[in-house]
């Protein structure tokens, strides 16, 4: 019966470590309840607080193209808030930062995120039609990243600049 309700992970899921893993289908019993109080108090692993442009203006996107799946009005608002949200925390003064932990911003520019926030604007203005000034200040802001008909990743003062990749990688292309 336990192999039914458990399994051990056979590679490691957590800092290498083999875990023994519940299925998500069984009812626990209150036995395993206690369990699961005592574990929960323990300290439990680090969570990357960080928020990174183009990472949150993707699930923007996810969450755009959920609404036009679904047509359900909370992942519309979802990604508008979200959206807003990118532009008034990292969008000043005509700079895009690359990310912000704790409200504090890494002061770098990348074509990555300013890419993934404009494909956002851009289907943000598709479906509400009010992006217009914003999608011409990030278009603007793009094709600042072009020269001599190539793109580059990065214009900040501490990285060299580097061509844009042209292929997908974990995340989409540039």
């Given at each position: 019966m336990l192999q039914k309700r458990y399994f051990i992970s056979p590679e490691g899921?957590?800092?290498?470590?083999?875990?023994?893993?519940?299925?998500?289908?069984f009812?626990?019993?209150s036995l395993e309840e206690k369990l699961l109080f005592i574990r929960k108090a323990k300290p439990?692993?680090?969570?990357d607080r960080k928020i990174i442009t183009s990472w949150?203006?993707?699930t923007g996107i996810a969450l755009l193209m959920a609404y036009r799946a679904t047509d359900d009005k909370n992942f519309l608002n979802k990604s508008v808030g979200l959206f807003n949200n990118l532009i008034e925390k990292h969008l000043i003064d005509n700079f895009l930062?690359?990310?912000?932990l704790d409200g504090i911003l890494q002061k770098q520019e990348f074509l990555e995120d300013i890419s993934s926030l404009l494909l956002l604007c851009t289907y943000l203005e598709e479906e509400l039609g009010s992006y217009t000034q914003i999608l011409e200040q990030l278009k603007t802001k793009i094709e600042s990243f072009r020269q001599g008909g190539q793109w580059i990743e990065s214009r900040s003062s501490d990285f060299?600049?580097?061509?844009?990749?042209?292929?997908?990688?974990?995340?989409?292309?540039?």
């Amino acid at each position: 019966m336990l192999q039914k309700r458990y399994f051990i992970s056979p590679e490691g899921n957590f800092e290498g470590k083999i875990h023994l893993v519940g299925r998500n289908y069984f009812k626990r019993s209150s036995l395993e309840e206690k369990l699961l109080f005592i574990r929960k108090a323990k300290p439990q692993p680090f969570a990357d607080r960080k928020i990174i442009t183009s990472w949150n203006a993707l699930t923007g996107i996810a969450l755009l193209m959920a609404y036009r799946a679904t047509d359900d009005k909370n992942f519309l608002n979802k990604s508008v808030g979200l959206f807003n949200n990118l532009i008034e925390k990292h969008l000043i003064d005509n700079f895009l930062s690359h990310s912000s932990l704790d409200g504090i911003l890494q002061k770098q520019e990348f074509l990555e995120d300013i890419s993934s926030l404009l494909l956002l604007c851009t289907y943000l203005e598709e479906e509400l039609g009010s992006y217009t000034q914003i999608l011409e200040q990030l278009k603007t802001k793009i094709e600042s990243f072009r020269q001599g008909g190539q793109w580059i990743e990065s214009r900040s003062s501490d990285f060299i600049e580097i061509p844009a990749p042209e292929f997908d990688h974990p995340g989409p292309s540039s």
